[in-house]
């Protein structure tokens, strides 16, 4: 527009500078006498200062008045923006982006909008419930020989190959917290005194593994002996980096189970009546009724009340150094070792 308006003014400029010029061409050499004095609005120069003022006037109003392409152009361009706008405002109110509703003349976003079929899953990709457990049911399972961890010992009789429905038993949380406390107490010692014995430790066991193994052999475990291997079980390494309490061997579920199997098949052969002990460590032994931890092949009355009293004695013995089973704790190159108290 200021292009325009410096074309007018330029053009008006040299139009007065041309009838200028011209009048003074055809002036003559001498002065002629004065003419008469004329009226003051007779001149010629009215009309002429009256045509540039036209021009410059047609000129702004052409510059300022927009054309029929331009006033089209500004159309496009507010319905977009009011277009974009209500987008935006349906996007916040809903959460989603809405269909857009593309002009006809604004052909690039059409042609860049998804439709709904590519966002659209099919129905072979919609995850079900049941096909990735997340933990076993309490609702019993029938056992079968694909489910053992190991092919049974030969020579068991068939009273000791029980196969009962697998059925996870909850733990009491105040059983499962004393025994975790106690065990803390035993990490934490190995840990800071003999580390290659820490490392054996077992990795933490499965509520299914266990009800398996009660199945399997008709007992229901004391809480605090479930609990314990929940958090170990058992051990792992070279047999002489394990850890052990009081030089006992510590087992693992399955190791519980046959050997359960192996006393049961004896006490089957001498007519004895299959025996409710289990075997936990190398002579340790708990009662699944009682829950008492004994060693029947040396003495009749029980060592401690319960799994858990073992634990905290084991963890006593090893704070305090003092002994334990007869044996107190020491440690060589990184491992714990149990030596004769006498």
């Not at 989603?96 to 998804?114: E, R």
């Not at 980096?241 to 399955?254: D, K, M, P, T």
Request: charged content about 20%; hydrophobic content about 40%.
């Amino acid at each position: 527009m200021l292009k325009l308006v410096r074309l007018a003014l330029t053009a008006a400029i040299l139009t007065a500078i041309a009838v200028r010029l011209r009048r003074r061409a055809r002036m003559p050499a001498k002065p002629p006498a004065p003419p008469a004095p004329r009226a003051a609005g007779r001149t010629r120069m009215g009309p002429v200062w009256g045509a540039i003022a036209a021009v410059v006037a047609l000129t702004l109003a052409a510059a300022l008045v927009p054309t029929g392409p331009q006033a089209v152009s500004e159309l496009r361009a507010a319905l977009y923006q009011a277009q974009q706008s209500a987008m935006t405002v349906a996007m916040d109110a809903r959460g989603k982006s809405p269909a857009p509703v593309t002009p006809a003349p604004v052909t690039p976003i059409a042609a860049v909008t998804p439709t709904p079929a590519s966002v659209t899953p099919t129905p072979t990709s919609t995850p079900t419930s049941t096909s990735v457990p997340v933990m076993p049911t309490p609702t019993p399972l029938a056992p079968t020989p694909a489910t053992t961890a190991s092919a049974p010992p030969t020579g068991i009789p068939a009273a000791c190959m029980l196969s009962g429905p697998a059925t996870v038993r909850p733990i009491s949380p105040r059983v499962r917290a004393a025994v975790n406390r106690q065990w803390r107490r035993i990490e934490r010692w190995l840990r800071e005194n003999a580390p290659r014995t820490y490392a054996s430790l077992g990795a933490p066991g499965r509520a299914g593994t266990i009800a398996l193994a009660e199945a399997q052999t008709g007992l229901e475990l004391p809480d605090d002996l479930r609990a314990s291997l929940l958090r170990h079980n058992g051990v792992s390494g070279p047999p002489g980096a394990r850890f052990s309490l009081g030089g006992e061997q510590v087992r693992g579920i399955r190791e519980i189970r046959d050997q359960w199997r192996e006393s049961c098949a004896s006490r089957v052969g001498r007519g004895d009546p299959i025996g409710r002990l289990v075997r936990v460590g190398t002579l340790i032994e708990v009662d699944a009724d009682t829950g008492h931890v004994v060693a029947s092949m040396v003495r009749p009355e029980p060592i401690w009340p319960s799994y858990h009293a073992m634990l905290r004695d084991m963890a006593d013995a090893l704070e305090q150094g003092r002994p334990v089973l007869g044996a107190r704790a020491t440690v060589k190159g990184g491992l714990l070792r149990w030596s004769d108290a006498r």
